[in-house]
């Protein structure tokens, strides 16, 4: 519900602060007292169009601050939270807007910054306002279906479920089919490569084995070729070997003549033993440094052949192997898309009629409930004083969708043989927001805004029309807000709080405020609006019977 406004520089208001409580309440003044005033600041607070107009003369800015008590499974809080906003748990949400005189609004919602657009979306689905041209609310065909579904108490979760479930296999189904498309055009190219890469059958890491090979037995051939010659240069008959022996036994038959030969002869010994040491390392050399020509040939070949496909695909020469299974797998995905469609499709048939008589089923109650609606609301007419006209829920098909295929509209006509057509056909302003009540009443089990605002709903009518409407709103107000703006003393009478709107002239220029009434002063205003500028005693009676019935 709307706890506070609080008005700032708004056209004839300076400053106003006005509290709120449930039930029903009215506001009523003098013609021209500013009671448009206040449906434009609260406008203005909910997300209307920012107009500089409605700056007051002399000032930079006007602001406009609404205070709204809402239940903690408020859909407008769900919306909040979509937004990243968070008001305080169990505090009022205060909404905010401002507008400057030379152009330009802000709007903000639990101190935070917010877009206008936030603004419309929580407005209209916490406070509900009903005039002539007011183009939300029933007013609005796309909100009618769920009106009605509210209405008769129907649940399309089964048909929004049913309808999830065709979505996702279609999905499923074109996501497949786009694979098993693709997937055709790669079909041959597939096929060469996965056969090429199969053929060589590389093995993950094994192009690092055939390099370390390789580098080893090339290193061999180099080292090897220093080798060549050794064994002549050493051993055989005029090898250093032999020689060295030889030496040796010259000096063995005079060492024992001299002490420098005996040394000399030890060092030819140690030199045959270290010669001899050597020629055996040597060889062991040689048959190590050994290998295969042909061996080299072969790594070098199947070396060079994985390097040069790894290239060709792209990938390094160990990602070889699992490129050729990912190609192998993409081929047997191909063969079994064909049957993966052919089970998907049959799935999406059964959703499809799954949903259809979901839908068909939702549609059928949908026609029950409206005939109730019809006839509720044909009952409110009468009394409404809108006896030639008539009401009636039109269908219309449909875009399947989470809400079944059917279009829902109100319509009207206004008088006998007239064909029917939107509620916004009816060109009387007073007309219109009779109609608007007669219709919230009828729907009123089927839940509302919180708030419910009509502007002058008792235009040109008195008398028991205008008691009639006043005991509507009344049984509104029983289980939500209602404010009305009324020149009926019928409808004041029954309000549980009465605000008086006046407006005043100083050397300052002129002011409108507002102030709730006493009962006292409650009997004096439904006299005034009775008999008019000169109140008389018969009006003040009358008044007091108005409001002692009520």
Same mark, same amino acid.
């Given at each position: 519900?709307?706890?506070?406004?609080?008005?700032?520089n708004?056209?004839?208001?300076?400053?106003?602060e006005?509290?709120f409580?449930?039930?029903l309440g009215?506001?009523?003044?003098?013609?021209?007292?500013g009671?448009?005033?206040?449906l434009?600041?609260?406008g203005?607070a909910l997300g209307?169009?920012?107009?500089?107009?409605?700056v007051?003369?002399g +000032?930079?800015?006007?602001?406009?601050?609404a205070?709204?008590?809402l239940a903690d499974d408020h859909?407008v809080l769900?919306?909040?939270?979509?937004q990243?906003?968070?008001?305080?748990?169990?505090?009022?949400?205060i909404?905010?807007?401002?507008?400057?005189?030379?152009?330009g609004?802000r709007?903000?919602?639990?101190?935070s910054?917010a877009?206008?657009s936030?603004?419309?979306d929580?407005?209209?689905l916490a406070?509900e306002?009903?005039?002539?041209?007011?183009?939300?609310g029933?007013l609005?065909?796309k909100?009618?279906?769920?009106l009605l579904d509210a209405?008769?108490?129907?649940?399309p979760?089964?048909?929004a479920a049913a309808?999830?479930?065709?979505?996702?296999?279609?999905?499923e189904?074109g996501?497949a089919?786009?694979a098993v498309?693709?997937?055709?055009?790669?079909r041959e190219y597939?096929e060469?490569a996965?056969a090429?890469?199969?053929k060589?059958a590389?093995?993950?890491?094994?192009?690092?084995t055939l390099?370390?090979e390789?580098?080893?037995?090339q290193?061999?051939a180099?080292?090897?070729?220093?080798?060549?010659?050794?064994?002549e240069?050493?051993?055989?008959?005029?090898?250093?070997?032999?020689q060295?022996?030889q030496?040796?036994?010259?000096?063995e038959r005079?060492?024992?003549?001299?002490?420098l030969?005996?040394?000399?002869?030890a060092?030819?010994?140690?030199?045959?033993?270290?010669?001899?040491e050597?020629?055996?390392?040597?060889?062991?050399a040689a048959?190590?440094?050994a290998?295969?020509?042909a061996r080299?040939d +072969?790594?070098?070949?199947r070396?060079?052949?994985?390097?040069?496909?790894?290239r060709?695909?792209?990938?390094?020469?160990?990602a070889?192997?699992?490129l050729?299974?990912q190609m192998?797998? +993409?081929?047997?995905a191909?063969?079994?898309g064909?049957d993966?469609i052919?089970?998907?499709?049959?799935?999406?048939?059964a959703?499809?009629?799954?949903?259809?008589a979901?839908?068909?089923e939702?549609?059928?109650?949908r026609r029950?409930a409206?005939a109730?609606l019809?006839a509720?609301v044909?009952?409110?007419?009468?009394?409404?004083k809108?006896?030639a006209?008539?009401?009636?829920?039109?269908?219309?098909?449909?875009?399947p969708?989470?809400?079944?295929t059917?279009?829902?509209d109100?319509?009207?006509s206004?008088?006998?043989?007239?064909?029917?057509?939107?509620l916004?056909?009816i060109?009387?302003g007073?007309e219109l927001?009779?109609?608007?009540?007669?219709?919230?009443?009828?729907?009123a089990?089927?839940?509302?805004?919180?708030?419910?605002?009509f502007?002058?709903?008792d235009r040109g009518?008195?008398?028991a029309?205008a008691?009639?409407?006043?005991?509507r709103l009344?049984?509104?107000?029983?289980s939500s807000?209602?404010?009305?703006?009324?020149h009926?003393p019928?409808?004041a009478a029954?309000a549980a709080?009465?605000?008086?709107i006046?407006?005043?002239?100083?050397s300052?220029?002129t002011?409108?405020?507002?102030?709730?009434?006493s009962?006292?002063?409650?009997r004096?205003?439904?006299?005034?609006?009775?008999?008019?500028?000169?109140?008389?005693e018969?009006?003040?009676? +009358?008044?007091?019977?108005?409001?002692?019935a009520?």
């Amino acid at each position: 519900m709307l706890r506070q406004l609080v008005i700032n520089n708004v056209v004839l208001v300076e400053r106003l602060e006005l509290e709120f409580e449930p039930g029903l309440g009215v506001l009523t003044g003098e013609t021209g007292a500013g009671k448009s005033i206040l449906l434009d600041a609260l406008g203005l607070a909910l997300g209307a169009r920012a107009d500089t107009g409605l700056v007051r003369a002399g +000032q930079d800015m006007a602001s406009v601050t609404a205070e709204l008590d809402l239940a903690d499974d408020h859909p407008v809080l769900g919306l909040l939270r979509e937004q990243g906003i968070a008001p305080d748990p169990g505090e009022p949400l205060i909404v905010r807007r401002t507008v400057k005189s030379d152009g330009g609004s802000r709007a903000f919602v639990a101190g935070s910054a917010a877009p206008a657009s936030l603004l419309r979306d929580l407005g209209a689905l916490a406070v509900e306002i009903h005039g002539q041209h007011d183009d939300r609310g029933l007013l609005n065909p796309k909100g009618h279906r769920a009106l009605l579904d509210a209405f008769g108490r129907l649940d399309p979760s089964a048909v929004a479920a049913a309808w999830s479930d065709v979505t996702r296999i279609e999905a499923e189904l074109g996501e497949a089919r786009a694979a098993v498309a693709a997937a055709e055009r790669d079909r041959e190219y597939l096929e060469h490569a996965s056969a090429e890469i199969e053929k060589l059958a590389p093995e993950e890491g094994e192009e690092t084995t055939l390099a370390e090979e390789r580098a080893t037995m090339q290193a061999g051939a180099k080292a090897g070729e220093s080798l060549t010659g050794l064994d002549e240069l050493l051993g055989g008959s005029d090898g250093a070997l032999a020689q060295l022996r030889q030496a040796a036994r010259r000096i063995e038959r005079g060492a024992a003549d001299h002490p420098l030969l005996g040394e000399a002869l030890a060092s030819l010994d140690r030199a045959v033993i270290e010669a001899s040491e050597a020629e055996e390392r040597i060889a062991r050399a040689a048959d190590a440094l050994a290998f295969d020509p042909a061996r080299l040939d +072969q790594v070098e070949a199947r070396l060079f052949d994985i390097r040069a496909l790894a290239r060709k695909h792209r990938v390094e020469p160990d990602a070889l192997a699992a490129l050729g299974a990912q190609m192998r797998e +993409q081929l047997a995905a191909i063969e079994a898309g064909g049957d993966h469609i052919a089970e998907l499709d049959l799935a999406l048939v059964a959703a499809r009629e799954v949903y259809s008589a979901e839908a068909a089923e939702l549609s059928a109650a949908r026609r029950e409930a409206a005939a109730k609606l019809d006839a509720s609301v044909a009952g409110e007419l009468a009394p409404l004083k809108l006896d030639a006209a008539r009401f009636r829920t039109s269908f219309a098909a449909a875009e399947p969708g989470p809400s079944g295929t059917d279009r829902v509209d109100f319509e009207v006509s206004t008088n006998p043989g007239a064909p029917f057509g939107p509620l916004t056909r009816i060109a009387s302003g007073g007309e219109l927001s009779r109609f608007i009540l007669a219709l919230k009443v009828a729907l009123a089990e089927a839940g509302t805004a919180g708030t419910m605002i009509f502007d002058e709903v008792d235009r040109g009518v008195g008398g028991a029309v205008a008691s009639a409407i006043g005991d509507r709103l009344w049984r509104l107000a029983q289980s939500s807000q209602v404010l009305v703006v009324t020149h009926s003393p019928q409808v004041a009478a029954r309000a549980a709080h009465h605000y008086r709107i006046e407006k005043s002239h100083g050397s300052d220029g002129t002011r409108t405020s507002v102030r709730k009434l006493s009962d006292a002063e409650r009997r004096e205003e439904i006299a005034r609006m009775l008999s008019g500028a000169s109140i008389t005693e018969e009006a003040r009676a +009358q008044a007091s019977r108005l409001l002692d019935a009520a």
